[in-house]
């Protein structure tokens, strides 16, 4: 037992002459991952409409007050941030519509504006292409829904007349029929009273900043485990025979290696803590899971692979790879099903859960059972593989 502390004892010397070096790599790489985030953010997600619609008019005959009603509606903010008027003729606009480059084609018959006034409620046509896509559905919802309103209203007035008429009331219709038309105005100008408002979140209980946090502080520690390999990587054949012949089997050998990786994960991860303020007692627990769990992973890359230019490039690919399934770099719900789905299976969705509840302060126990869980596979399978190699050997 003396030689196998002797051993940990000269992995420890090693590993705090290398920490430095190792920290700054993995802030050199993180900063300049970070950069090109940054970058990729403001460039992807500019202040744009995600929709955008355009629409063809046909004016059957030029009416000034056709012209004020369509000049009113396209100074809405919420229309004009939407939707695109184009003033076309009626063959140019079929021509158009065929094309599929419109969302719907209107068709302003001759009166139209005056109609709506007197009550004649001339129909404006409304065509949509074949096939129509997001936005012309999107439309004709909303088109369906303003001919439901028009109908309603209409049904207002003749209901009022004849109510008025039943209990001799008419002198009083004038009055009636501005009370109904001012309430319908009201509800209609108010356009947000067509919508129930529910907000949701696709980051939980978390603001984006402490979602990022949580993720990108995984990410950190997994490019912080590629800088390790130097003390995790596994003993040489003559080294590791000599060390057998000392007394001092596999299993000792692996466990001074992975204590060396866990104590440099450790340092940099209580360094990240403390800066961003999220190390107090009640984080311990997750702390010491995520910990626990990205050393197993780590040191079971770095057993599977001899190579330290292929362990490390290896490490790499996986992280980035796992924690964008797991939705590190974007929300899952933004992600395709098929991705969703295999991010569920992967180690990175549970350790991101472990990392959010350093801000929640709640760890669920599913949570912690797969952690555990994923640690101890981790950790026999990496134990199998240096018995397989010692075999091999031998």
Known sequence: ??????????????????????????????????????????????????????ICVVEEEENPLTDLLLNYVQGMESISETCEFLFVTKEEGFRLLKEQKLAALLILPAGVAEGILTGQNVPVQVYFP????????????????????????????????????????????????????????????????????????????????????????????????????????PYTKVMSNQLSRQGIGVGKQCIGKWLCGFT?????????????????????????????????????????VHSGVTAVLLLFFLATVMVYCSGGFLPSIFLPESVQIIGKFLPTTYLIQAAASLFTGTLEHSV????????????AVSYGICLLRKEEKA
């Open 1 to 54: 037992m003396r030689s196998t502390f002797i051993l940990w004892k000269l992995e420890w010397k090693q590993m705090w002459k290398k920490l430095p070096g190792m920290l700054l790599e993995a802030i050199i790489l993180v900063a300049i991952l970070a950069a090109v985030a940054f970058g990729a953010g403001k460039l992807l997600y500019q202040d744009t409409p995600m929709i955008r619609i355009s």
């Open 130 to 233: 074949e096939d129509a896509g997001m936005e012309s559905a999107l439309l004709k919802e909303l088109t369906d829904a303003g001919v439901s309103m028009l109908q309603v209203a209409q049904a207002e007035i003749y209901g009022i007349y004849d109510t008025a008429k039943e209990f001799g009331a008419l002198e009083h219709l004038s009055v009636l029929e501005a009370d109904i038309n001012q309430q319908n105005l009201a509800f209609a100008l108010d356009r947000m009273a067509l919508f129930k408002t529910q907000k949701v979140s696709a980051t939980g209980s978390l603001t984006w900043t402490q979602y990022y946090m949580a993720s990108g502080l995984i990410y950190f520690l997994l490019l912080l485990g590629m800088a390790c390999y130097p003390m995790m990587q």
């Open 264 to 304: 440099s994960l450790a340092i940099g991860l209580l360094a990240v803590a403390l800066v961003i303020g999220i190390f107090h007692r009640n984080t311990l627990g997750s702390l010491l899971l995520i910990l626990l769990c990205v050393t197993a992973l780590v040191f079971l890359i770095f057993q599977i």
């Open 368 to 379: 912690t059972g797969a952690l555990l869980g994923y640690t101890a596979g981790f950790c």
